[in-house]
């Protein structure tokens, strides 16, 4: 058995050489730099906790983090609840429609929202030839813009573990529940819902935790105004050279979003959310 | 430049500095320098020398490089038989020092700024300019420092789009912070460089003070609040190209920006859609830098910079690329058409202050803090 454990472990060896080296070790010397540049301790954390700018950048990314992540499980809900239940013969294509957008950069995605959202793109210029509107609307460089755009990164994120969670779900249940008199929703609500609730959270925990660390969709779309954690480090290490606090910022960002997992972990079973497959 | 070049730059800079503190060793150092494709290998057994008959000028890359190749290269090699090449790799101050100490250095003439001038004289990495052989009456005054010597001017200006402006034009900086009466969306530099002069102004300050102002917490701060009233109409620029797409997709209807930006965006607008005021500008020098034991010599290397003086070929180098001309007797050979474009002739120099590399030094890094702060918090 030991001798089997061993063999386990040898074939994980060359993935995990390559944490070690190109993860795990960056990342301790990251830790390193927040502690000793420009001087040794805790004065970059410190100057972080005590500056306003840096605080509203955390609570800004956890605002367009969390909006993201709701937005993303509701749309990401009703596609997976479509996809699962059903549309049968159409099942691969749309699998596939949702998979699509993964071959695309993430940078021409969003700059394709600058294109549809712009003062005078293509959402503005069509509401305006239809007289709905007279004046522009303000879609982006703004949180609004910010939001929309990084939902539509995101919904895959939300699509998928809600589909390998609703494709272990047994029909049998719903229509025994609807053979014995439920209404359509309150079978769903009652008896569908529930069993979906590790997909929700898997989706959500997934969403929000890549929303966190997320740069290119916010600096393009944000104007410089929804200034995310992500970008502000960019900031302090491109603009100013400063290692510290720029370190010191990514450790903090690296710790808020280990807390939120811990805390998740409170709820539900991280084990069955992050690894379930149907 | 491409985005690797930068991270490259980047990552030299880096590198410099850990040299410096002793973090790394200078074997280390230039190892690293040399993965990087910064320091060529071959250059690292011995001096690299290029032929004496050969001078390396090295600035930014792009555009800037075919021009400075057309404009300064073909003449130099026609006049004097020396054949000049251009490097477009970016001569960050933090590569010309690393260069420098490594000891293989292969660049003569670098386009540099003032500040990284000064900081770079004070490393002892670079030549004192030879003033015998540079002609100060040549350049604008206080551009003449004692490490750097400038080579062009580029303003922070005040553009607009008469068009989408439904305030009237705007004839002052009183006018841009002004949402009530001129509305829409206004651009900003993400950082400040530039960009405080412009809000003290708008209060009212004469040219003169601007910086007297600044030199106090209260006229930081006062600058700060000005565009903290503004934030809802603002967008912010990070790089040069950015400012101009706000302009052309009309996402904007003024702000302040780069005059080589401007220079682009009045021949690529459609007329009437785009203006620019010097009233209120900053205007910026370039610097020629020399790194200390240039393969050519500083003498050659000066002479190069005297050469690069001359009026016509500043003027050539304005038309082609909207750097400015420093060197006051340019702005009359500037075409009639072009002239108010030109951030140096003298009608545009009256209205226009020098920008304040000191003040940067001393005050920069705590300003920026609390402009991050004024347009998200």
Sequence with gaps: MTSDKARYWLLALPALAVMAIFYIWPLVNIWAISVTEPVPGFGNYVQGAESQAVTTSFVITFRVAALTTVFCVILGYICAYAIANTIRRAKPLLIALVLLPFWVSVLIRSFSWIVLLGRSGIVNDALRDVGVIERPLRLMHNEFGVVLAMVHVMLPFAVLPLLANMRGISPAYTDAARGLGASELTAFRLVYLPQTLPGIGSAALLVFVLSLGFYITPALLGGGRVLMVSEYITYQIQEFLNWGLGSALSVALLVATALVLVIAGRFLNLKNALLERS | ?377
Aim: with cysteine; glycine share 10%.
């Design chain 2, 1 to 377: 430049m491409s985005h690797d070049n930068d991270f490259k730059r980047d990552l030299a800079e880096i590198a410099a500095h850990k040299l410096r503190e002793g973090r790394i060793t200078k074997r280390g150092f230039l190892q690293a320098m040399a993965a990087l494709g910064v320091i060529p290998m071959a250059g690292l057994g011995g001096r690299a020398m290029a032929a004496p008959s050969e001078l390396v000028i090295v600035n930014w890359g792009g555009t800037a490089a075919d021009v400075i190749k057309e404009v300064l290269g073909d003449t130099y090699k026609e006049a004097t038989g020396i054949d000049v090449v251009i490097d477009g790799s970016g001569p960050s101050a933090g590569r010309i020092r690393a260069m420098v100490e490594s000891g293989a250095v292969v660049w003569d003439v670098c386009d540099s700024g003032p500040g990284s001038a000064i900081i770079l004289g004070e490393a002892g990495v670079t030549e004192p300019m030879n003033y015998d052989i540079i002609d100060r009456t040549k350049m604008m005054e206080g551009t003449d420092w004692e490490y750097g010597a400038g080579n062009y001017v580029y303003s922070y200006v005040l553009a607009y789009n008469p068009k989408l402006s439904e305030g009237g034009v705007p004839t002052s900086w009183a006018d841009v912070f002004d949402t009530k009466n001129f509305p829409g969306m206004r651009t900003f530099r993400k950082a400040v460089r530039g960009m405080l002069e412009c809000a003290t102004m708008a209060q009212g300050v004469p040219l003169a003070e601007v910086y007297d102002v600044l030199s106090t917490e209260d006229g930081i701060d006062a600058a700060i609040e000005q565009f903290r009233k503004i934030r809802e109409n603002v967008i912010v620029w990070g790089s040069g190209s950015e400012s101009q797409n706000l302009f052309l997709q009309e996402e904007v209807v003024m702000g302040n920006i780069w005059s080589t930006r401007a220079h682009l965006l009045k021949d690529e607008m459609d007329e009437g859609t785009f203006a620019v005021s010097f009233d209120g500008g900053v205007m910026s020098p370039g610097t020629w830098v020399v790194p200390k034991g240039n393969p050519a010599g500083a003498e050659e290397a000066m002479k190069f910079i005297a050469f690069a003086q001359d009026p016509a070929l500043q003027v050539k180098w304005f038309e082609l690329i909207g750097s400015a001309p420093i060197n006051p007797a340019a702005a009359p050979l500037v075409p009639e058409s072009m002239s108010r474009w030109n951030p140096t002739s003298p009608e545009n120099v009256a209205t226009q202050i020098l920008y304040n590399d000191e003040w940067y030094a001393a005050n920069q890094i705590a300003a920026e803090e609390k402009y991050v702060n004024a347009l998200i918090n």
